[in-house]
Nanobody
Framework: QVQLVESGGGLVQAGGSLRLSCAASISIFSINAMGWYRQGPGKQRELVATMTTGDTTNYADSVKGRFTISRDNAKNTVYLQMNSLKPEDTAVYYC?????????WGQGTQVTVSS
């Protein structure tokens, strides 16, 4: 079992920045991959960014060049740095972990970008 706790969401103006954090209950060294997904109003959940244990990263086209996924192994925490935010980035952001081929989700954190 893996528990994930997200934090860092909030309300920000367009063009601003936020950093989301996802703290895992186990060592992230043992997690195959971690990532961020989001679900906007009336939309399906979509991939934002992922990172494997080998530090391979993958980003949605809509966030490339603006968002950066990173991790702090000592803190068992994965981050999502979001810059140049746009109103269309408004969504609930979820942390995901792939551990022993099972997926785990956090409770989500709301990000609202005002125009």
């Amino acid at each position: 079992q893996v528990q994930l706790v997200e934090s860092g969401g909030g309300l920000v103006q367009a063009g601003g920045s936020l950093r989301l954090s996802c703290a895992a209950s186990i060592s992230i060294f043992s997690i195959n991959a971690m990532g961020w997904y989001r679900q906007g109003p009336g939309k399906q959940r979509e991939l934002v960014a992922t990172m494997t244990t080998g530090d391979t990263t993958n980003y949605a086209d809509s966030v490339k060049g603006r968002f950066t996924i990173s991790r702090d192994n000592a803190k068992n925490t994965v981050y999502l740095q979001m810059n140049s935010l746009k109103p269309e980035d408004t969504a609930v952001y979820y942390c995901n972990a792939l551990y022993r081929w099972s997926g785990y989700w956090g409770q989500g954190t709301q990000v609202t970008v005002s125009s």
